[in-house]
């Protein structure tokens, strides 16, 4: 029996980074961030899943419980700006649905269903390996170190 393998990531392509550190620092966020997000959408279209946004709309509800559909950018953790198309994606679907707001008969909250909740859990184990591999060259501590740093900026 044959074994198959992940994906691999494409190498790092070399980029001069500024001398000065502040300069270094946030072309180093402008151009690494992305570049993780993108390992991780390939990964995730690779395995035949769809766009990580689907994941953190999914994730935010689950955690949140449902939302506003104008709320629900805020619970997010990639930016998204066309989030009702977003989520007409979705409806149609089947992986979110949109009932009438208890509180207010003119907005709608947004619910995942039992195969978005589903879909969500199989998405995270291409996910966490993804976002694993990728911080892989830092230690334990290195990466606390840099999410302490992030976290400062914020």
Do not use: N
């Amino acid at each position: 029996m044959r074994q198959v393998q992940a994906p691999q990531d494409p190498p790092a392509k070399a980029f001069a980074l500024p001398k000065d550190p502040t300069q270094r620092a946030w072309v180093a966020i402008q151009r690494f961030g992305p570049a993780l997000l993108e390992r991780v959408e390939t990964r995730l279209k690779t395995a035949g899943f769809p766009a990580l946004e689907w994941y953190d709309v999914l994730w935010a509800i689950e955690r949140e419980g449902p939302l506003r559909q104008r709320d629900l950018a805020g619970h997010m953790l990639v930016a998204r700006y066309s989030i009702s198309r977003l989520i007409d994606r979705m409806e149609a679907e089947g992986y979110v649905s949109r009932r009438e707001c208890p509180e207010d008969g003119r907005g709608q909250m947004i619910h995942a269903t039992t195969a978005g909740l589903k879909l969500r859990k199989a998405m995270w184990v291409v996910y966490s390996k993804a976002m694993r591999d990728a911080l892989a060259p830092l230690t334990e501590k290195e990466a606390l170190q840099l999410a302490a740093l992030l976290e400062k900026l914020a």
